[in-house]
């Protein structure tokens, strides 16, 4: 099984930046998705294994960018130009196998999740 921690989560001013880590126990391709309360788990990023194909969804293009380095199985998320409707409990997902990016579906293996609070 994949094992995943994530770290970097915390309170932002609206403009401002934060860098989201999450680990895992080896070479998997992984995701990043959020949730806001009320409202359904959403697609942020993905990266491939490899980290040679990125994905973004609509609303975080040219202000959020993923990367990876496989020395250690790291993944980031560097969050710039934050928005208050950028809120939301943050989650890193795994998984082994499988072609979609997008879906929570693609996913078997989540995170704990992190906190990410943007202040107007």
């Known amino acids: 099984q994949v094992q995943l921690v994530e770290s970097g989560g915390g309170l932002v001013q609206a403009g401002g930046s934060l860098r989201l880590s999450c680990t895992a126990s080896g070479r998997t391709s992984m995701g990043w998705f959020r949730q806001a309360p009320g409202m359904e788990r959403v697609f942020v990023a993905a990266i491939s294994s490899g980290g040679y194909a990125t994905y973004y969804g609509d609303s975080v293009k040219g202000r959020f960018s993923i990367s990876r380095d496989n020395t250690n199985y790291t993944v980031y998320l560097q969050m710039n130009s934050l928005k208050p409707e950028d809120t939301a409990v943050y989650y890193c997902?795994?998984?082994?196998?499988?072609?979609?990016?997008?879906?929570?579906?693609?996913?078997?293996?989540w995170g704990q999740g992190t906190q990410v609070t943007v202040s107007s």
């Open positions: 997902a795994a998984r082994n196998t499988g072609s979609g990016w997008r879906s929570v579906l693609d996913y078997p293996y």
